[in-house]
């Protein structure tokens, strides 16, 4: 049976876009496609704007790496967040995959990433020392709430290790986060089960 033309041009580029997302190959880049084009005005349009805000007006937190259109960000502006606690993240998408929990009251600090001696990622490739400035005698505990999996957990013994010596309580999250689990795709009751129990860091 003879296929179908290709698509070219302008489509063809949008659909090789949308087959680079997490999730979407090139039979679900070209359904997408399909689905914004027969929806232009309601669906398409309003999207291009989204995207081009975006683009222009999202930047990573310079204090705690999360992505807002203020710097610093809301919550780190935010006065009624608890100063003395300080949750550390692998990436934005953890951070808030815990504040949809609505069980942490502190601040954040994202690393954007783990170490991973595989994919060469070592401690300068992440935010540690900024991590680490930020302890100026105002954080009394730092939740190392990084993903189960072995290269968090890597992590987390690594920053545990290098506050061993400070005056600061280092926890981990507990009951709830499944070994090779990553928070992103647990649900809230799940989460807020795990910042209840956390637990001391063994460094």
Known sequence: MAAGPEPGGALDRLIQLLGRLP?????????????????R???M??????????LDKVRPCPVCGNLDTVAPCAICR???????MLCVVE???????????????????VLGGHLSAIDGVGPADLRIDGLIARLDGT???????????????TTSHYIAALLADRDIAVTRLAHGVP??????????????AALRARRPSEG
Do not use: C, K, M
């Not at 979407?24 to 084009?37: D, K, M, Q, T, Y």
């Not at 349009?45 to 995207?51: E, F, I, M, V």
């Not at 990436?91 to 600090?109: C, M, N, P, Q, T």
């Open 23 to 39: 999730g979407l190959g090139p039979r679900s880049a070209r359904r997408v496609a399909l689905h914004l084009l027969s929806r």
């Open 179 to 192: 070994v090779g689990g990553e928070l992103d795709y647990l649900d809230d009751g799940t989460l807020a």
């Open 41 to 43: 005005e309601s669906l």
């Open 78 to 84: 935010d006065p009624a967040r608890d100063p003395t």
């Open 45 to 54: 349009a309003p999207l291009s704007a989204a995207l081009a805000e975006t």
């Open 139 to 153: 954080v009394r505990e730092v939740v190392l709430a990084l993903n189960a999996t072995v290269d968090g957990q």
């Open 91 to 109: 990436d934005v998408g953890d951070l808030w995959a815990i504040e949809r929990s609505a069980a942490f009251r502190g601040r954040y600090h």
